[in-house]
């Protein structure tokens, strides 16, 4: 059917580009709830599927999975993040007019998910990454002559997987917390 106009996708989301001055606390909400799915689903997803790659006991395996975990984080996680903490933080200055409003006595819980946050992003580039990249290096050199995975492999996978799954519980409490909104 040539000119009926545009196809739905394209309606929605002009639809949605055009109200965005008329909600913006719905909007930075939209975006703040998807910041969160990206950032704990690729925490979540990359976990598993990092270990079903070692699982294999395969250097090609494991040099094709850690590159794309390093590929996820700068597509979803990262991305998640910012989306996480802009869009709460504008959430925070339209809900109660300023941008430290989550300083304010019922609005603490918003403090302790920022700081669960902000610990989690500390804890991947102080210390995950560099396991990350520690795997990629060890699994590309031995894919590249078809040899096994190093010996030492096993123990910076022990070590990644240790810190990850803290990196991980951090967001999952903090998403309690934004959920729950106790009184702290």
Known sequence: MAGTGPRPPVAILLSIVVSLPLFPYNWHLLLHILGAVLFLGNLTVTAAWMTWAVGQKDSRVAAFASAGVNRADRWFTSPG???????????????????????????RWIFVGLTLLIATGALYGAVIRRYQNQMVRMSSEAAQTNAPLPEDFASVFRKWTLWG?????LPLVALYVMVAKPAI
Request: charged content about 0%.
């Open 165 to 169: 799954a803290i990196a991980t519980i």
């Open 81 to 107: 993040m910012i989306l996480l903490l802009l869009n709460g933080l504008a959430l925070t200055n339209l809900a109660w007019g300023g941008w430290l409003g989550f300083t304010m006595s019922p609005n």
